[in-house]
């Protein structure tokens, strides 16, 4: 039983450039969402999904945009990154219990 | 705008010891609340979850309760040992926009000290 799986696990981009994190769960799960950590902050959603085809903005959607076209699949796109953007990336899905996958650690140079 | 505070934000203890973390919300009107742990480099991993309507919640050597009436919960560890070491993270889920969405609390991490 995979859960939920992200790739890459880390990634540095040069400022500007743009890439996706992919996020995937088998758990037949509606509500799916992308959540950043950064130290001493806690963490933030980005934006989240109540099922395939519907997604909204989370705390700090800015800089970044979602879609969802299958139950399983949730993929977070940055464009143009900048430095801001250094961050632990977290997906997860829920019915009542959340689960998350093992996080993407993203620094922009 | 729903918060989550923990206190304290780290905490050390000798093994063996029963030890309290706390969690407090400002929004008493939550769907449930959720205790994770998560060990450095790792992702998230649920622990417990308490509906709005129950009290508390056991799992092993956890105990998790819920006062939605003061906005706390607390997560109750009995006997410590080493590999209990980990950050504690509570997030209280409440119903917004036909969704369901986390808060998360900055966390209390916990060192057990053999």
């Known amino acids: 039983n995979a859960g939920v799986t992200q790739t890459p696990k880390f990634r540095i981009l040069k400022i500007g450039q743009s890439m996706t994190l992919q996020c995937t769960q088998d758990m037949n799960h509606n509500y799916m969402y992308w959540y950043r950590q950064d130290p001493g902050m806690g963490l933030k959603l980005i934006y989240y999904?109540?099922?395939?085809?519907?997604?909204d903005k989370g705390e700090v959607p800015n800089g970044y945009n979602v879609s969802r076209s299958t139950t399983e699949d949730f993929p977070l796109r940055l464009e143009l990154a900048a430095p801001s953007q250094t961050s632990v990336y977290f997906c997860?899905?829920?019915?009542?219990?959340?689960?998350f996958g093992q996080g993407t650690r993203l620094t922009v140079v | 705008k729903q918060e989550v505070t923990q206190i304290p934000a780290a905490l050390s203890v000798p093994e063996g010891e029963n030890l309290v973390l706390n969690c407090s919300f400002t929004?008493?009107?939550?769907?449930?609340l959720q205790w994770f742990r998560q060990d450095p480099g790792k992702g998230l991993t649920s622990l417990l979850l308490i509906q709005s309507s129950q009290r508390e919640q056991t799992s092993g050597r956890l105990n998790a309760s819920l006062d939605k009436s003061s906005g706390r919960s607390t997560l109750y560890i009995a006997a410590s040992q080493p590999g209990d070491s980990a950050t504690y993270l509570c997030?209280?889920?409440?119903?917004?926009?036909?969704?369901?969405?986390?808060?998360f609390g900055k966390g209390t991490k916990l060192s057990v000290i053999p």
């Open positions: 997860a899905s829920s019915y009542d219990l959340a689960f």
């Open positions: 999904s109540v099922g395939a085809g519907i997604t």
């Open positions: 929004d008493s009107a939550i769907y449930n």
């Open positions: 997030a209280a889920s409440y119903s917004g926009a036909g969704s369901y969405q986390l808060t």
